[in-house]
């Protein structure tokens, strides 16, 4: 019997300048989706992606879009060098913007309404970011219990919640500019370890409401079929169902934490199964480590690494 395989798509801040080039060259595959992209979304995102400005792909508009891009693309390569067999994929799970990758790979919706749904979400992120002064803090080593305190004594009557339970002891909170500033010194009063990110804004929390409102919009517009493989939803860390509450979820989750975390203990929870992160990056290799660091979780975020014999 084949071994279960759970993909796993990477969210924004994995973005780096080059991303995507190697797969170009060394896949037909990678080069089609690449070629693709640039037909759908009216201008050279593949150049965005293999040359920057750094500036200008770090930017939510762009960065969601391009990263998109990448793993689709890091996929077709993976499965037409016979590294990924899609008839053994169990189920896929990812962050935030990859939760978008994992349901076009699941079957929801066509690569090309994919990307223009995450270009429209990356551009009503980044419009609904400016208009508010925001921001994110990671805070390490507290529970859920714990950041909610922690937000509740430092919000002062503004906005302040939990936005990523990304890992045992690592949860982002999300808010306006000042309530971060006071959770870090609340937090760091506490004996946590809390950082100030260096993000456009205050994702997955009320102040994205006008992006959410433009994003629903936007979903209706989009034929979406039943997943066809199991895809995980970020705001209940349970499997999707029925295209209409997937798009309700998707909604939901511009406003509401992303339970990382709990996704991947459901999933570690089943039987022994192959983990596969797609390019770029490997974050979420990294939180799934923190959760069981004996777990064997592939990395594919080079072309090398489709010439590696998989384990």
Request: hydrophobic share 45%.
């Amino acid at each position: 019997m084949s071994q279960k395989t759970y993909i796993l798509c990477p969210g924004q801040g994995a973005q780096v300048v080059g991303m995507g080039k190697d797969f170009y060259d060394a896949s037909p595959a990678a080069r089609e989706v690449f070629d693709r992209a640039n037909g759908v979304i009216g201008f050279d995102l593949k150049a965005l992606c293999f040359t920057g400005p750094e500036d200008r792909l770090n930017q939510t508009d762009i960065s969601q879009p391009a990263i998109y891009v990448a793993s689709v693309a890091c996929f077709a390569a993976a499965k037409e060098k016979g590294v990924v067999n899609p008839e053994e994929v169990t189920a896929y799970a990812g962050l935030s913007l990859g939760e978008y990758t994992a349901l076009h790979l699941g079957g929801v919706f066509s690569f090309e309404e994919g990307l223009k749904l995450v270009a429209a979400r990356g551009r009503y992120m980044q419009e609904a970011a400016v208009a508010t002064p925001s921001s994110m803090v990671a805070v390490m080593g507290a529970d859920e219990a714990a950041i909610n305190n922690l937000c509740e004594q430092s919000a002062k009557g503004e906005v302040l919640v939990p936005a990523n339970f990304n890992a045992p002891g690592q949860i982002v909170a999300s808010g306006s500019k000042d309530a971060c500033a006071r959770l870090v010194e609340v937090a760091s009063a506490a004996g946590f370890k809390a950082i100030p990110l260096v993000v456009a804004g205050a994702f997955h929390s009320p102040l994205m409401q006008p992006a959410a409102d433009r994003m629903a919009a936007e979903l209706e517009k989009v034929p979406f079929n039943a997943p066809k493989k199991t895809v995980y939803a970020n705001v209940t860390a349970q499997p999707h169902t029925d295209p209409a509450s997937i798009k309700k979820l998707l909604i939901d989750q511009i406003l509401k934490p992303v339970r990382w975390e709990q996704t991947m203990q459901t999933l570690v929870a089943q039987d022994e199964a192959r983990y596969v992160e797609l390019a770029p990056g490997r974050v979420l290799t990294g939180l799934l480590k923190k959760i069981n660091r004996r777990l064997p979780v592939e990395t594919i975020s080079t072309a090398d690494a489709l010439n590696a014999k998989p384990t």
